[in-house]
């Protein structure tokens, strides 16, 4: 099977084989790009067929956000227009779209209620002046620092109080503000419910759902349109089905704010929380955009500004609350979008339909927008950030936002959540955990060990005497302080304490490892952490056998390793979920969990010669890796010196590529498989941009062949259309660095860490690892761009 020609560009939509097929004249060279409106606008091919992508995936969603929110319905398409256009021009982000969000439904809905349409107009320009006030202060750097779980439980409480509120009208009722009066009203809904109401409502959840089971071709359409359609169609046989009232066209619906009468603390307080909610939900969707798209960077601040300028101007003229939205922004991603033109564009769209098309919207019914909300709203509740908020201690955290939000309000729900994750951060930075073994080695008669991790302050000195107490009198011990604070009162007790146990005859051994001893030493022994069974594994001794050092390799690991892994894997033996699945060669050091910093469940590995994706083997580990475990991300890894790579190119050189791999004489099978790798040698001889840009970058050919066969292996997997998002990447073994395909450039660069060297982003990485904070699995576990904010 031969991999597709298709190269992974990150900013273009062209096949390598359309680059370089033969022209009219039978020239195979590159033809001058046109002159004109083409050469003035490389992109807008790309970017006009995004914007109308992204235009049918809005004018429902607008809609009904607006529904949810209790405001005019017109209101949703005057902030589509107005995101789209005025965040679309000075935003920082340079693909993110934005409009109305289902984030703030909630809060909108809450405000109108108390205050009325025209006062909530007036606290959404309010709140996009506090957001131009935080871009000019430099703020989007604290925004950030609200813990993800409580961000995620917001967002989850907000879904579940949509969900809940739509049903009802699904069913024929009324919508209701506050989850609990949803709930309530839920049970009187369903006795009166209306069937044509209902079947409607169940038509558009049922296609929301199933429509991203389909197959790829069939989901080039938004769900959400086809939903929407299809309900407009069934309704048009029951006409008491109650239909979308607008009262005019988008031209109409401007309408000025007013000033409230009083309670301007009321007034201000709901600026302070849509600008905040706002600031923070924008920000989140501009770093997943940045992980979508390889290459593009966010200015943050910049974000705020623009955001911030669409705010104002949505609340002046009579629109919802603006914020950058994924599932708009990623539509955009996914359909080839090249600049900010594309939602730009989309924005005039939506207003040529709004003025042009009142007609069609107005037969909408608004059951179908109900059962479009109900699925939005539970899809804001999601699981991967569940998991995410487990594995890193959270979830209580995560738990305790949603039940305030759903059994409060939304502010009320906040603080409660950030309360808690200040307390749990108390918790954390004055607990002490130390723990004893009974003996060091396999002497039973040796030292204990006492290893006491985390802070070491007075409230720790009950457990940490407690320990001490386990120690018999006469006993050698040694201590090792992996600690990051000593207070005087724990420095005093293990100090008496260690000249009493002295006293009994017994010798005590107080170690404190240093970061360097602690991340890159064997704290018994002082080995290499990473080191090779030949730097520690005795060699040449009498009746070694070639089980000997894996042997070894297993006793050292039961001493040293699995008790301080079982509860990680105790929490994985029910069942896997990766964040991320990798497909690199079958080298002995490339060793993928190292290389990617990452642990147990987290990346799926499938290793063969080459690194190749068609085979059989390779792409049943695919189908099961993205269609059982759900993973998002593939990334595909060669390395420097590549045997199977260096065997390509002495084919090319006229020795035979199935008797010949590295100068070594190799069997029928592995000819075979070399065979399926030749497209890339042809790519490779002929130009290959991946190619050309590693050997200005001074690589040795055998170096950019596998460079050029990582990228023709990523196209092959997005010709199968997994599903997930793909990376590319290169293990130089030499200098040990992984470097990423750079989509924009063709280059393989270095990952980098904005506002730290390399060596900081990684001493940043150790730091989280040892705290507890590695990579986990959910929605912001997305992969790694050459760039990370």
């Given at each position: 099977m031969q991999p597709s020609r298709k190269t992974i560009t990150g900013t273009s939509t062209r096949t390598y084989q359309d680059e370089h097929s033969p022209t009219e004249s039978g020239q195979g060279e590159h033809?001058?790009?046109?002159?004109?409106?083409?050469?003035?606008?490389?992109?807008?091919?790309?970017?006009?067929?995004?914007?109308?992508?992204?235009?049918?995936?809005?004018?429902?969603?607008?809609?009904?956000?607006?529904?949810?929110?209790?405001?005019?319905?017109?209101?949703?398409?005057?902030?589509?227009?107005?995101?789209?256009?005025?965040?679309?021009?000075?935003?920082?982000?340079?693909?993110?779209?934005?409009?109305?969000?289902?984030?703030l439904t909630v809060v909108v809905?809450?405000?109108?209620?108390?205050?009325?349409?025209?006062?909530?107009?007036?606290?959404?320009?309010?709140?996009g002046v506090i957001q131009i006030v935080f871009g000019m202060s430099r703020l989007a750097r604290f925004a950030q620092a609200i813990p993800p779980s409580v961000v995620h439980g917001m967002l989850a409480g907000i879904g579940v109080t949509i969900a809940l509120a739509q049903l009802n009208v699904v069913f024929g009722g009324e919508s209701q503000t506050a989850a609990l009066e949803s709930l309530a009203a839920l049970p009187g809904s369903i006795i009166g419910a209306s069937w044509p109401t209902l079947l409607v409502g169940a038509l558009a959840i049922a296609v929301m759902l199933a429509w991203p089971k389909l197959p790829a071709r069939a989901r080039v359409v938004p769900g959400a349109l086809v939903a929407v359609v299809l309900a407009t169609v069934v309704a048009l046989a029951f006409p008491e089905v109650t239909r979308v009232q607008l009262g005019g066209s988008l031209l109409d619906a401007i309408a000025l704010p007013v000033l409230p009468e009083g309670n301007w603390a009321g007034v201000i307080g709901g600026m302070l929380t849509i600008a905040?909610?706002?600031?923070?939900?924008?920000?989140?969707?501009?770093?997943?955009?940045?992980?979508?798209?390889?290459?593009?960077?966010?200015?943050?601040?910049?974000?705020?500004?623009?955001?911030?300028?669409?705010?104002?101007?949505?609340?002046?003229?009579?629109?919802?609350?603006?914020?950058?939205?994924?599932?708009?922004s990623s539509a955009n991603v996914r359909a080839g979008a090249q600049t900010r033109a594309s939602?730009?564009?989309?924005?005039?769209?939506?207003?040529?339909?709004?003025?042009?098309?009142?007609?069609i919207v107005e037969m909408i019914p608004m059951a179908g927008l109900a059962g479009l909300l109900v699925v939005v709203g539970l899809q804001l509740v999601k699981p991967a950030d569940i998991r995410t908020a487990r594995t890193h201690g959270e979830l209580a955290i995560y738990l305790v936002t949603v039940l305030g939000v759903l059994l409060l309000n939304l502010l009320e729900g906040v603080a409660i959540g950030l309360a808690l994750a200040g307390v749990m951060l108390l918790v954390r930075a004055v607990r002490s955990r130390p723990q004893l073994d009974g003996a060091d080695g396999a002497n039973a008669d040796g030292p204990m060990v006492l290893r006491v991790e985390g802070s070491l302050s007075f409230l720790a000195v009950p457990a940490l005497s407690r320990r001490l107490g386990e120690i018999p009198a006469g006993r050698d011990v040694r201590i090792d302080l992996v600690t990051d604070y000593l207070d005087h009162a724990a420095y005093d007790h293990l100090q008496a304490w260690t000249e009493r146990h002295r006293s009994t005859g017994a010798r005590v051994e107080v170690v404190e490892p240093t970061r360097l001893e602690r991340t890159t030493t064997n704290s018994l022994d002082g080995t290499p952490r990473f080191a090779s069974w030949s730097h520690w594994q005795a060699t040449g001794a009498e009746g070694r056998t070639a089980e000997s050092p894996m042997l070894a390799g297993l006793a050292a690991y039961h001493e040293r390793t699995a008790d301080d892994i079982r509860p990680t894997m105790s929490e994985l033996a029910a069942g896997q979920s990766p964040p991320a699945m990798m497909v690199t060669c079958a080298d002995s050091r490339v060793m993928p969990h190292m290389i990617t910093h990452s642990g147990p469940g987290d990346v799926f590995t499938v290793q063969n010669v080459g690194n190749l994706a068609g085979g059989q083997g390779t792409m049943a580990a695919v189908e099961y890796a993205t269609g059982v475990l759900g993973v998002p991300l593939i990334a595909v890894c060669g390395h420097s010196g590549c045997g199977a790579m260096n065997g390509l190119s002495q084919g090319a050189a006229g020795q035979d590529a199935e008797r010949s791999a590295g100068g070594t004489s190799i069997g029928p099978e592995l000819g075979t498989w070399l065979l399926d790798a030749r497209p890339v040698l042809r790519a490779w001889e002929q130009g290959h941009p991946v190619g050309v840009a590693a050997a200005a970058d001074g690589f040795a050919p055998?170096?950019?062949?596998?460079?050029?066969?990582?990228?023709?292996?990523?196209?092959?997997?997005?010709?199968?259309?997994?599903?997930?998002?793909?990376?590319?990447?290169?293990?130089?073994?030499?200098?040990?660095?992984?470097?990423?395909?750079?989509?924009?450039?063709?280059?393989?660069?270095?990952?980098?860490?904005?506002?730290?060297?390399?060596?900081?982003?990684?001493?940043?990485?150790?730091?989280?690892?040892?705290?507890?904070?590695?990579?986990?699995?959910?929605?912001?576990?997305?992969?790694?761009?050459?760039?990370?904010?």
């Open positions: 033809s001058p790009p046109p002159a004109g409106l083409r050469s003035c606008f490389p992109h807008a091919r790309a970017d006009l067929s995004a914007s109308l992508v992204v235009f049918l995936v809005a004018v429902p969603l607008s809609l009904g956000i607006a529904v949810a929110s209790g405001a005019p319905i017109l209101a949703g398409l005057v902030a589509a227009v107005v995101g789209a256009i005025v965040a679309g021009l000075l935003g920082g982000s340079p693909m993110q779209v934005s409009g109305p969000a289902a984030g809905a809450e405000l109108i209620d108390r205050f009325g349409w025209q006062v909530t107009c007036l606290i959404t320009a309010g709140a905040l909610i706002a600031s923070v939900e924008s920000l989140l969707s501009a770093v997943a955009v940045e992980r979508m798209k390889p290459g593009t960077r966010t200015d943050a601040d910049r974000e705020l500004l623009g955001q911030g300028a669409a705010n104002t101007v949505s609340g002046l003229v009579g629109g919802l609350p603006i914020t950058g939205v994924i599932v708009r939602a730009v564009l989309h924005g005039v769209w939506i207003a040529v339909f709004a003025i042009l098309l009142v007609g055998v170096d950019q062949l596998a460079m050029v066969n990582v990228a023709m292996q990523l196209e092959m997997l997005r010709a199968r259309d997994t599903g997930a998002e793909l990376m590319g990447l290169f293990y130089d073994i030499a200098t040990a660095r992984v470097l990423v395909l750079d989509g924009r450039t063709q280059h393989f660069v270095p990952p980098r860490v904005e506002g730290a060297t390399p060596d900081e982003a990684a001493s940043l990485d150790r730091i989280a690892a040892g705290h507890g904070h590695g990579t986990a699995g959910g929605a912001g576990r997305e992969h790694v761009a050459p760039t990370v904010r």
